[in-house]
């Protein structure tokens, strides 16, 4: 997970598509720059989850950005946790592993931990992989 400087919680991964048609690359390149590590791959091919969020209105390198949705798609990666972690200093102050339940403690927005986390870590807990 990252330290996100935007919102000041724990969060996993991401970032804009920007009209990239290969969203899983963008997931996987997303996941490496943020966190440092090289070897990152899909647990799986396909979507695991889609939602529509809600983004406030927030500063973003000096620049207003107004309120407005994401459509937020997941993906299931899995990386190298040997490798050396280090965070994106434009995007996240830290970046560290952590259990499933760990990561609920950690998450600070609450609708996030609620409604996204919890059900993607449902999700992955029923999973027969």
Known sequence: MAYHNIYHSWAWTGGHADGEKDLLSVAMREAREETG??????????IFSLEVLTVDGHEK??????????LNVTYL????????IRNKEDENSKVGWFSLNDCLEAVNEPWMKE???????EKMENLKI
Request: charged share 30%; hydrophobic share 30%.
């Open 37 to 46: 590590i090289k070897t990152v791959t899909p647990v799986m091919n396909q």
């Open 77 to 84: 990666l899995k990386g190298d946790d040997r490798e050396e």
């Open 61 to 70: 390198k000096g620049l207003y950005v107004p309120s407005h949705l994401h």
């Open 115 to 121: 409604r996204i986390y919890k059900k993607l870590i």
